[in-house]
């Protein structure tokens, strides 16, 4: 009897480990699935920067063309750029990953309201000078250029009610990325989270097969002896 039950003791702790084996194997695959997922995650966020960087850039190239500065936005639009791809690459590893993708979100933010508000003042200096050289070209000349000076000053009005209202939408759709980027970031942390508990489990699965294993091998030397 004492055999049989030493018999059935050691069968169990082999099936056991059997379970141990095939929860591993499901551990490893889960782990590759998730570390594919955040890769996934970094990689959407990067490209939301990039898209949010180069719309910047584009409409301040946009601006800055119709008020004839169009060459320095575009020195200025690509040096920003090539100073974004470089920190980019030097904040790429693997331990930094998770502060990184949050940093980046809150930045990309943070970076496209002092964009705008820079810009908004810029304009509204030009808009100012603007109107100023007008107003005295104005006076200067005779009362025939005074109607075609008037319809130049309506025209810029037009236009700036235009690139006011182009700049509201693309704000609205560069939030709406962010908040995208953002959510894709709090996912990656929750997949991460669950990993963590998985990763809990299975040490007390295995310590708890451990000491089974021992009581079974105990088992089996006093039925021996």
Known sequence: ??????????????EECSVLVAVEAAKKADEERLAKEVAEAAQAVRQAEEECLVLQEVEAATKAEQEGMAKEAAEAAEAARKAEDERLALETGEAAKKAEEERLSQEAAHAAEAARKSEEERLALEAAEAAKKAEEER???AATEEADAERKEEEECSVLVVVEAAKTAEEERLAKEAAEAVEAA??????CSALEADE??????????????DE??????KAEE
Do not use: G, T
């Open 186 to 191: 709090s996912k990656a942390e929750e997949e």
């Open 216 to 221: 079974a091998a105990e088992a089996a030397r």
């Open 1 to 14: 009897k004492e055999v049989a039950e030493a018999a059935d003791a050691a069968r169990k702790a082999q």
């Open 139 to 141: 006076l200067a000349n």
């Open 200 to 213: 809990a489990a299975k040490k007390a699965e295995e310590e708890r097969l451990a000491k089974e294993a």
